[in-house]
């Protein structure tokens, strides 16, 4: 029923990442959604805009997937090979199709609606069959977030597995929780299922506000100490506009600034942005504030731009942290 891509996968990979793809289309007028004529196509993903951060900065990545056999599905893989994204294990389902959102337009730094069509797509689909223990192996690192977490019951036994395997291999493993409630049967079936996949984690970047939903805890130190008892090793808590707040397993801790942006676009990405920044330079061998430094800096870019994952940039354009 189901077929693989052709693209042989080759050598060893930094980051492997699972997740959902979908084609975007964001208004070319701002206001209504209804009322927008013209659409600009992109690709959208919270682990895909991951996977592009990193692969733009030189790290080899494999991001695995399903697609459905349809022109959003080719569109997918289109941007995936102009990235240079490893898709090896991206299998074209013949049965369902490729999800795909509609953006309105802002152009005030609000956040803008988005509209998903996504039930029952390809990717949803994902489960434990999807894991291939060469491939995974091959990765120094596994990225996961808490949107994949949500397409499913097969794709979060996908990813719980996958975890589990990276764990015992002794692969380092990041989580960023991206809440995605509307994805949820409840917020306490949320809650309980994210805490359990960030235990396998060594580094958990949550925002402030997901943080108080997860734990319940207000403060950074509180959120950080909840994740830490539980074996993580590093927690980085997102606070907007201040950075972010730090804590590791050794009781170091700390605040690293923001930087401040005075054109912000598009809000939809900053976090993806963070992520690749931070996780391209612990696996650097830099510091954690040096990885946090490097992260703010992607998320402030990301912000400037429309689209997802538009404004990430390449080695050169990043500079020198």
Known sequence: MTTH????????????????????????????????????????????????????????????????????????????????????????????????????????????????FRKGSAASHLSVDDFDADYFGSARHLHLSGVAAALSESSLELLKHTAKEMR????????????????????????????????????????????????????????ADFYLDKGVKAVVIKIGCDGAWYKTAQGEQGQVEAIKVDNVVDTVGAGDGFAVGVISALLEGQSLPQAIRRGNKIGSMAI????DSEGLPTRQQLGDV
């Open 168 to 223: 015992a291999r002794g692969k380092t493993i990041s989580f960023d929780p991206n809440l995605r409630p509307v994805l949820w049967r409840s917020e306490e079936e949320m809650r309980k299922q994210l805490n359990l996949l960030a235990e396998y984690a060594d580094w958990v970047l949550p925002g402030e506000k997901e943080g108080l939903i997860l734990t319940g805890y207000r403060q950074p130190e509180a959120i």
């Open 5 to 116: 891509h052709t693209m042989h996968h080759n050598g060893p990979l930094d980051v492997v990442t699972i997740g959902e793809a979908m084609a975007m289309f964001i208004a070319r007028e701002t206001g209504d959604l209804a009322a927008a004529e013209t659409f600009v196509k992109r690709a959208a993903g919270a682990e895909l805009n991951v996977a592009t951060g990193l692969a733009r900065l030189g790290l080899k990545v494999g991001w695995v997937s399903r697609i459905g056999d349809d022109a959003f599905g080719r569109f997918i893989c289109q941007q995936l090979e102009k990235e240079g994204i490893d898709h090896a294990r991206v299998t074209v389902d013949k049965r369902y199709a490729t999800g795909f959102q509609l953006k309105s337009k802002v152009d005030d730094g609000s956040d803008p609606l988005v509209e998903y």
């Open 304 to 307: 400037q731009v429309i689209g």
